[in-house]
């Protein structure tokens, strides 16, 4: 398929609805990651894919198709983060008892003490940290592209994994 074939296909929507329909759950993991809140991360992918359907003209390698929509899943998750951990997000949001989680179900991990005080560390890691940690560990981007999926210089990403990383040893008890 030629550039301007693709590019067509990537403009007129049939490549975009058949990512989504293809990568839909692996976006909301991604996004929940982020928020560590299943109702906000199913609103982050919404906007974000509506995002990505009004700039899809934008889009100027197929290839990259990927790579554009997390950017997009990310940076959403990131905003409702914080306007969630706000004060008055805390006030008007306020978590439900028995909310439906987005988070992968392994009923072998989920009854460990273990696995339960890492979802609590990790909870309490900053939005951005979440972000990297998610972008680099779950979906397996070098830390490069993560820094660019960020839009944050390299060493920054770096400072928030390493943050990151000593924050859960201590949460853990892991500190060596």
């Known amino acids: 398929m030629g550039d301007d074939a693709e590019r067509a296909d990537a403009t007129d929507g049939t490549l975009l609805g058949a990512f989504?329909?293809?990568h839909y759950d692996r976006l909301v993991k991604l996004a929940w990651l982020v928020c560590r809140h299943g109702p906000d991360a199913a609103d982050a992918v919404q906007v974000a894919l509506e995002r990505a359907w009004r700039q899809r003209d934008e889009l100027r390698d197929r290839g990259s198709l990927r790579?554009?929509?997390d950017r997009i899943v990310v940076h959403e998750a990131i905003?409702?983060?914080r306007r969630r951990s706000s004060l008055?997000?805390?006030?008007?949001a306020p978590s439900q008892p028995g909310e439906i989680s987005a988070e992968?179900?392994?009923?072998?991990s989920m009854s460990t003490p273990v696995w339960t005080e890492l979802r609590h560390?990790?909870?309490t890691?900053?939005?951005?940290?979440?972000?990297?940690?998610?972008?680099h560990l779950y979906?397996?981007?070098s830390v490069l592209e993560t820094a660019a999926l960020v839009e944050a210089p390299i060493e920054t990403v770096r400072s928030r994994l390493r943050l990151a990383r000593e924050h859960l040893r201590r949460e853990l008890g892991a500190e060596r």
């Open 20 to 22: 989504v329909a293809e």
């Open 67 to 69: 790579t554009w929509v």
């Open 79 to 81: 905003r409702i983060s």
């Open 88 to 92: 008055l997000g805390r006030f008007l």
């Open 104 to 108: 992968p179900m392994d009923s072998r």
């Open 121 to 123: 560390a990790f909870a």
């Open 125 to 135: 890691l900053s939005p951005e940290q979440r972000a990297v940690v998610a972008l």
């Open 139 to 141: 979906a397996g981007y």
